[in-house]
């Protein structure tokens, strides 16, 4: 909790005293005159040729008579520490020319924002890289070792212009940051190589001691005690010094080792990226000022390429386990030339619009460095941006291999092992991976990556160095030099089994002991994600048989609906066939019968023999005439084609309370006995209430039955209680299946033909319920 708030407290407070020093010193020009008092005369020691002072004509040698109408002893910057700055006039006499007054007046702010947003910029990468570094790899005690590194030297930097101004504080935070920084870099090299000894120990001591000592001497200064500004730079460039040669020291020490150490390629791109990032200042700015020639550029346009150096020491903290010279190489490469290329045709577009007149070294690589670094700048905040987006949806990132014992998994809806294997490669750092599996079944694959992709000849060597480990020892084995892999590591499980070998890695580190473990883990979760896509594969292969079956059972299945659709309509054309022709043939013929049998029963008298005779075959006539008139009624009702639904209902019901002793009441609710719908709704309708009623006097034993039509929502609802013996509904699956209730299963399908529904309740003892919406 206390290190969150100590960096929260650290960020805030840089972006503060940033944003105040950047503000207050855009209202100050900077002067650039540092006099000296010889023989009761203030003499100019120094002129800094990108000053104010030098711009207008004041030179070293002449003779500053006033400040800001004061003497210059009494003038507090001259008095402090030998400087003119923050003055509005300045009274000079040179040498041979008489005695004039210069004004000193505010630049434009463009020219000051362009002048000092470099500085600026670098300071704020510093702080940035940091910043980065430690919210990827919060608990590594290298990451915050070089962000309080990196948060001081940033501050320092932009503190340094606001210094040059002789702005309240900013001159003695400059100088107490800069001999602190050795302290915090020595601490951060010893963390980073973990050569913390007990000499190292004391050098750490001195180098607290002499900061110590600066802060001290700037406390007397401040109340009063005469220090020269040149002795605390000499004290804080001792202690500069002694810093850089202990951290040379014990780089220098790393490098010794063997090609195969991890810590030796760490050390190399630390002195690369060094002398990368100083080398411009070196020769641009050290060497001319130690030779005492003309300075070729401006020391801030050298200062810039220092940007480099936190950017190198970022990339060995967040690269730790897995160091890669020849990527960070091949990083800075592509950003020096993208910046090379963006700022010339930057540099070429402000000569065309005529914003720069004349065209200089000094101008190119200003423009330089500021495009690498906004180019740096952009990387980090979207570094930063991808960070905040990983907090938010809980997915944070970690590329040390501690960390990547669960990122090998990747998307689960991957199906890929060639895709499983390049993320293998791309995590670890590998020049190449090669990964084989197997099962019992016969089932066999081989996924190549990197360097073994498109070799068959190494592929070969390992492949049969696969099959005899797995009929020997199938254990983890590490390779000499001449094998083309670095590493076997076996999987295991029941009846699958897999071989990965890990190539070298890219920075030619050899894997350590250490590492084994870990390694293992994550080949681990690899073999578990490719059995899982076996497993997965073979499932997808019966889904996709299963699936094959069902849609040939689903278009056997709407074939066999179309046909049921299609017996039902032949069916009722059948009986309506059927009933018209008893209608028109043997009912006619009956009706005929029975009319020529009552004439000759006239004829006949009563003491005839043979009219008892008679009389009988005239009812049997007649009863064959009502049975013929209900076989026409049940095969096709004349009073469901002629006056509709309900009226047919009616008559059904009536006919069959008078023939049994059942007893049905009929509610119909939303319509009326006028009501007509199509043809079918009023066949299927009628058919659903006689099926129901009809089974309702064979098997429920019931002797009473309630009805419902309700028409309601474009639907027509019929419901059919009774309160017999029931039966258990289960059943109901298996009648279609033996042939048994076929009503039931043909009110069912008739309905749903119509786009209906149907549905059956029922328990034993405790009757059944039928009920059918059909849609109008």
């Known amino acids: 909790m206390y290190r969150r708030l100590a960096f929260r407290f650290a960020n805030a407070a840089f972006v503060i005293i940033c944003l105040v020093y950047f503000t207050v010193l855009v209202n100050h020009p900077y002067i650039g005159l540092d006099i000296e008092s010889r023989e009761g005369d203030w003499n100019v020691t120094f002129s800094d040729p990108h000053g104010e002072g030098y711009r207008l004509g004041i030179r070293v040698g002449d003779i500053v008579l006033k400040i800001d109408n004061d003497d210059p002893e009494t003038y507090p910057s001259t008095k402090k520490w030998g400087e003119v700055e923050g003055a509005s006039t300045i009274t000079v006499e040179s040498s041979g020319a008489p005695i004039r007054v210069?004004?000193?007046?505010?630049?434009?702010?463009?020219y000051t924002l362009l002048s000092e947003l470099p500085m600026a910029g670098l300071g704020f990468i510093f702080w940035l890289v940091g910043l980065v570094t430690v919210f990827k790899r919060p608990f590594l005690v290298q990451a915050r070792a070089l962000f309080w590194l990196n948060w001081l030297v940033g501050l320092v930097i932009i503190l340094a212009p606001a210094s040059s101004r002789g702005l309240i504080l900013a001159r003695e935070l400059e100088v107490i940051g800069f001999s602190l920084v050795p302290v915090l870099l020595?601490?951060?090299?010893?963390?980073?190589?973990?050569?913390?000894?007990?000499?190292?120990?004391?050098?750490?001591?001195?180098?607290?001691?002499?900061?110590?000592?600066?802060?001290?001497i700037l406390v007397l200064k401040g109340l009063g005690a005469v220090f020269a500004l040149a002795e605390i730079r000499k004290l804080v460039l001792v202690n500069g010094l002694i810093g850089t040669g202990t951290v040379l020291w014990n780089l220098f020490r790393l490098?010794?080792?063997?090609?195969?150490?991890?810590?030796?390629?760490?050390?190399?791109?630390?002195?690369?990226?060094?002398?990368i990032g100083l080398l411009p200042f070196i020769i641009l700015t050290a060497i001319p000022i130690l030779l005492d020639i003309d300075l070729m550029v401006n020391p801030k346009v050298s200062t810039l390429f220092i940007a480099i150096v936190p950017i190198t020491l970022s990339y060995v903290v967040l690269n730790e386990s897995l160091p890669d010279g020849r990527k960070f190489l091949e990083f800075i490469i592509i950003s020096l030339v993208s910046g090379i290329l963006t700022s010339w045709l930057f540099t070429w577009f402000l000569c065309l619009i005529a914003v720069i007149k004349k065209l200089?070294?000094?101008?190119?690589?200003?423009?330089?460095?500021?495009?690498?670094?906004?180019?740096?700048i952009f990387n980090l905040f979207k570094a930063l941006l991808h960070y905040a987006i990983d907090k938010i949806l809980g997915t944070h990132g970690n590329s040390r291999i501690e960390n990547k014992v669960v990122e090998p998994n990747g998307n689960p809806s991957s199906m890929n092992e060639a895709l499983i294997v390049e993320e293998l490669v791309k995590q670890l750092g590998l020049e190449g991976a090669f990964v084989i599996a197997e099962d019992m079944k016969g089932w066999y694959t081989k996924s190549a990556v990197g360097r073994y992709l498109g070799n068959t000849t190494e592929q070969a060597v390992m492949e049969d160095y696969y099959r005899?480990?797995?009929?020997?020892?199938?254990?983890?084995?590490?390779?000499?030099n001449d094998f083309p892999a670095e590493m076997y590591i076996p999987f295991v499980s029941e009846d699958f089994t897999c071989g990965m070998f890990l190539g070298h890695r890219r920075s030619?580190?050899?894997?350590q002991s250490n590492e084994v473990l870990l390694l293992s883990s994550v080949c681990y979760q690899i073999g578990q994600r490719l059995k899982e896509i076996r497993y997965i594969k073979q499932l997808f292969r019966e889904i996709n048989v299963i699936e094959k079956k069902s849609r040939e059972s689903q278009r056997r299945s709407q074939g066999l609906e179309v046909i049921n659709r299609s017996l039902f309509s032949n069916l009722e054309e059948e009986k309506k066939a059927l009933a018209r022709e008893i209608h028109d043939g043997s009912l006619q013929i009956g009706l005929d019968l029975n009319r020529r049998m009552k004439e000759l029963?006239?004829?006949?008298?009563?003491?005839?023999?043979?009219?008892?005779?008679?009389?009988?075959?005239q009812d049997m006539i007649e009863d064959l005439n009502y049975e013929l008139r209900s076989i026409c009624s049940n095969l096709r009702p004349s009073s469901l084609r002629d006056l509709g639904l309900i009226p047919a209902v009616e008559v059904l019901f009536q006919q069959i309370m008078h023939q049994e002793l059942l007893v049905i009441f009929l509610e119909v609710t939303g319509m009326n006995r006028e009501h007509r719908f199509k043809e079918d709704i009023e066949v299927v309708a009628f058919r659903f209430l006689q099926e129901g009623i009809n089974n309702v006097m064979k098997h429920s034993g019931s002797t009473r039955a309630d009805v419902t039509i309700t028409l309601r929502d474009e639907r027509i609802e019929m419901i059919i209680n009774d309160t017999g013996k029931g039966f258990d509904r289960q059943k109901i699956a298996d009648w279609a299946l033996v042939g048994n209730h076929f009503g039931i299963i043909g009110m069912k399908e008739r309905i749903e033909s119509l786009g209906g529904e149907f549905y059956i309740a029922s328990n034993i003892g405790q009757g059944v319920k039928l009920k059918a919406s059909i849609p109008i």
């Open 102 to 110: 210069v004004r000193i007046t505010k630049p434009p702010f463009g």
């Open 186 to 216: 020595v601490n951060f090299v010893f963390v980073l190589t973990n050569t913390r000894n007990r000499l190292n120990r004391l050098i750490v001591g001195v180098l607290c001691l002499i900061s110590a000592l600066v802060f001290t």
């Open 255 to 275: 490098i010794k080792l063997p090609a195969d150490k991890p810590e030796k390629n760490q050390v190399t791109i630390v002195l690369v990226g060094l002398a």
């Open 360 to 376: 200089n070294i000094e101008t190119y690589l200003l423009l330089l460095s500021l495009t690498i670094m906004g180019l740096f």
């Open 468 to 480: 005899t480990a797995k009929s020997t020892s199938h254990s983890i084995k590490t390779f000499a």
């Open 508 to 511: 030619h580190i050899r894997f």
């Open 601 to 617: 029963i006239a004829n006949f008298s009563t003491e005839n023999n043979n009219f008892y005779t008679v009389s009988v075959m």
